[in-house]
């Protein structure tokens, strides 16, 4: 599992001087379909999230994470997902919470399973699976119903390419852009047919002197 193997050095907190932003860096290490071996294989550019100064801000919560792990557990070769304290439910603020060990891989792979639970997602109502993936699907949907172009969005998502990622799926927004666009397409046809018709029917009944003219007097 991916994500088991993540270690505290593949993700690095940096400060971007064009933007005036903090942002956290994936550093890509060695998985099943990137070894390495391959050149033409690897990540052109390391993905990026950036600082976004609320209460949702991925900086602020990696610094609390890195604030509350073990004291000298945080090298680069030190596992990413700790397991947390069971000693008590609620430590306090300046407490350790997590220990000197990995989370358990089913501990993990039920991670996005639970949250979701939490959360209350509307998505588990309606019988959707949620997994660890789910994660990686979602942000795929996002950036390509937002306009992102597929040869950016994969350098985002870390795909190899474009046809690697299937899931592309369209938003209601996005059904009812077309839907529109299709509607006022049949309309103004339609109009364009009533309106032929509408100058035949009249040229015929000229024709048949339904219509017959005055005739002026001299």
């Avoid at 592309?168 to 339609?190: D, I, T, W, Y």
């Amino acid at each position: 599992m991916e994500h088991r193997q993540l270690q505290w050095g593949n993700i690095t907190l940096g400060y971007d001087l064009e933007l005036q932003s903090e942002y956290l860096e994936y550093q890509e290490r060695q998985a099943k379909t990137r070894t390495g071996v391959d050149l033409n294989n690897i990540t052109k550019q390391n993905p990026r999230i950036y600082a976004i100064g609320s209460d949702r801000c991925p900086v602020e919560t990696y610094k609390t994470y890195a604030d509350h792990r073990p004291t000298r557990f945080s090298s680069g070769d030190h596992p990413f997902y700790l397991s947390t304290i069971t000693h008590q439910k609620f430590p306090e603020e300046e407490e350790q919470w997590f220990l000197r060990a990995p989370v358990g891989i089913n501990k993990l792979k039920d991670l996005m399973k639970v949250m979701a639970r939490n959360a209350n997602l509307p998505a588990l109502s309606s019988g959707e699976r949620m997994t660890n993936t789910s994660v990686r699907k979602r942000l795929c949907q996002k950036l390509l119903q937002n306009n992102v172009p597929d040869t950016q969005a994969v350098l985002i998502t870390g795909h190899k390419n474009a046809n690697s990622s299937n899931y592309r799926v369209l938003s209601n927004l996005q059904q009812k852009n077309p839907s529109n666009l299709l509607s006022s397409r049949l309309v103004n046809e339609g109009l364009k047919k009533l309106n032929l018709l509408a100058r035949s029917i009249f040229n015929r009944s000229l024709n048949l002197n339904l219509f017959p003219t005055k005739t002026l007097p001299s």
